[in-house]
DNA sequence: CGTTGTGTTGAGCCGAATCAACCCCGGTGG
DNA sequence: CCACCGGGGTTGATTCGGCTCAACACAACG
């Protein structure tokens, strides 16, 4: 379904989640070697499915190989809060482990997933010391996003929000090797974009219209496209986070193939 | 100053931090002696004070004795946003370690703090396995708040985030021993409780009359009364958090990862 | 071919921000 | 002792951002 959005989910499954780790933790090949060896176990989700309910117990961590989801709270009346959203190569429930959820996972596209458990072994058991840091790294990485969406909550306009939001995703996919410098897919409707920026469609509506009036972005059929990213970044007020480790040397450039072995 | 605010921290300073945890955990006996006899090296702090700048890498973990802070960010326009509170009994920095901080603390009031890292190293290396539990449990409970506050500030009116934001403040001051079940020290100036719920301070100034005109809270010199909590709840629409251990079952054995197969 | 979900647009309203006074109170210093 | 000052709180008038309501367009799909 959504063979453009995760483009090589099929051939290699975890390299949304290799990418993923190697901007924020120097692996070492083996570690790369150990990590794409694991048993994954793979499954499938569709919109809508709960991938972890809130409340619930020690829930199995996983990795997201393609599609995306959000964490959410749903209000006794309605009212919906997205906390966050989950992309290729994010992980699923690494927080709380013997104590309730505070939120439900719920899928919003087509998904695929991995376990995950085999690598959190692994980086547990002192094996891979790059990837326990990068592990720890998410974790923080996922608390400062939370942090980002809270500001933007609190202190921004609709116009600063939604500029900041977009600059975000843009990042992380990017990273998760999914669009480029500009272009990525968006598969939200404005419903949802709502939901977690704390807008009402209409005014999400507005607000799109408005940025595409003023040249900053494109959208078409699921596809955004960020025409201006340095001015929306001004408009974004505050910068949008580190999401890869501060080290001189990153992964080999290209877009196409890190780590060549 | 705030004699009233934290009446044991003289002769017990440790009170609230014991308080707290055994909120969270079964701590045995041994483990509170344990806890009480670390040497804690005291500090103080007056209002403004940096406890720990964002950015900062592996900041100092302390327990706080007495007093209140704030986690926060601040704008480059000067607008600023308090991501949550830290009250006695709270731990600073328990979260992050080797990566820099997303948030700064800093004190609202005098404090006193004290050094965690004699109980967090017998929590790790598994001497005291209720501590080791009580300060997971800490953590997913300061991830609940934050998700907690987020809704307030994404998806409530004015004054249902004040009603709700008042009333966890009451629960969390009452588990530390200070305040009961409607009665708790308040030391917030207007602008703060503002930066905090995404508020003006005028318009925090008028939510707090429309509260008291509508006999649901008196607030008299640093201290509020919750005169009818159960309306409050009703008004907050979502309940506050759960911030006790569900008594009856816990993880009695299982501390480590419940690995579920 | 209707149906359903998503996007779009207008009209009007309302919650909250802004602007601007003013008060009260506790320093503090002449 | 009083005059002054600054921080916090209070209040009114006005503006404005964002919501609600409502209608319609359009595509995907049965």
Do not use: K
Request: aromatic share 4%.
């Amino acid at each position: 379904m959504t063979s453009r959005v995760t483009p090589h989910s099929a051939l290699r499954p975890l390299e949304a989640v290799v990418r993923r780790l190697t901007a924020l933790s120097a692996l070492s090949d083996a570690e790369r070697e150990l990590l794409r060896g694991f048993p994954i176990r793979r499954e499938r989700h569709l919109p809508g499915d709960l991938l972890l309910a809130e409340g619930a117990l020690g829930g199995r961590r996983r990795f997201i190989l393609a599609g995306w989801a959000c964490r959410q709270r749903t209000l006794a009346d309605g009212r919906r809060q997205i906390f966050s959203f989950l992309l290729p190569g994010d992980s699923i429930a690494c927080v709380a482990r013997t104590l309730p959820e505070a939120s439900a996972v719920v899928a919003l596209t087509a998904m695929e997933t991995a376990d995950a458990q085999p690598a959190l072994d692994a980086a547990q058991a002192g094996d891979a010391p790059g990837l326990a840091y990068a592990f720890r790294a998410l974790e923080a990485l996922e608390q400062r996003l939370l942090l980002d969406h809270m500001v933007r909550l609190g202190r921004q306009t609709a116009y600063e929000r939604v500029a900041h939001f977009l600059l975000e995703l843009q990042r992380r996919l990017e990273i998760a090797g999914l669009g480029d410098d500009q272009r990525f897919p968006l598969p939200l409707t404005q419903e949802i974009m709502g939901d977690a920026l704390g807008l009402s469609i209409v005014h999400v509506n507005r607000i799109l219209q408005q940025l595409r009036r003023d040249r900053l972005i494109e959208l078409r059929s699921g596809v955004a496209i960020l025409l201006e990213p340095e001015r929306l970044a001004e408009i974004a007020v505050f910068p949008p986070p580190q999401l890869r480790r501060a080290s001189a040397a990153q992964s080999p450039g290209g877009l196409g193939d890190p780590a060549p072995a």
